[in-house]
Structures are given as C-alpha cells and as structure tokens.
C-alpha cells in the first residue's frame, strides 16, 4: 500500500516552532518532488514549501519565506518541514504530497501530487 503519513503538528504559542514529517511507506520518495501545502476553514489549499528529488532545489511561498525550511533524508524515506517563528495565520491542517515530475516552482500548483497524505494539524495561539 503506497502511502504518506504526516507528523509533528500540534499546538504551540506564536513565535514558536514544529517540525513536521512525511514519510513514505510501500515506496521511495527519492526520485519525487515533494510539496508541502496548507489549508485553513474556509480559504483555499495553498502551496507553501516544495523539493525537488535531489534535494538541491527549494521553493517557498512567500507567506513563509524565511520562516520555514523544507529538506528531505531520502535514507529514512522521509521529507521534514521546519516551521519557526510561527504566526496565528499559519494555523492549518498541513499535508504533504509527492510527484515524479518538478515543483511548481512559483506557477499554480494545481495537478502536482500523485500521492498525498492525510494530514497534521498546526495550531497557532497563546
């Protein structure tokens, strides 16, 4: 069963930090792109961290540019995004997807993702 699994969220105050995981089972991630997206109540599924199979080449939304860093251990088969300075605005359920194809680099992210994990749970508040 091919699948991913998110972990890490949690509660924390503002200005702190998670590090969230995906991590693959039934396959490996290492010749996939993996993305990192968001979604609040009401607002759209938003794109906000992306790395490509190497590892070499990162996007960031610029939402959280300077705040969050994506880096991947293909040996443990997992991708990490490392979340600090963490504001209200950043509270969402987190999800992680993987694509044999590039990152959106920027343009629509619409159409990545062959395969896409349940979800975590961050929540920002004092």
């Known amino acids: 069963q091919l699948q991913l699994v998110e972990s890490g969220g949690g509660l924390v105050q503002p200005g702190g930090s998670l590090r969230l995981s995906c991590a693959a089972s039934?396959?490996?991630?290492?010749?996939?792109?993996i993305g990192w997206f968001r979604q609040a109540p009401g607002k759209e599924r938003e794109g906000v961290s992306c790395i490509d199979s190497s590892g070499r080449i990162t996007y960031y939304a610029d939402s959280v540019k300077g705040r969050f860093t994506i880096s991947r251990d293909n040996a443990k088969n997992t991708v990490y995004l490392q979340t600090d300075s963490l504001k209200a605005e950043d509270t969402a359920v987190y999800y992680c997807?993987?694509?044999?194809?590039?990152?959106?680099?920027?343009?629509?992210?619409?159409?990545?993702?062959?395969?896409w994990g349940q979800g975590t749970q961050v929540t920002v508040s004092s």
């Open positions: 039934g396959f490996t991630l290492h010749s996939y792109a």
């Open positions: 997807a993987a694509d044999p194809r590039a990152c959106w680099y920027g343009y629509s992210w619409y159409g990545f993702g062959a395969y």
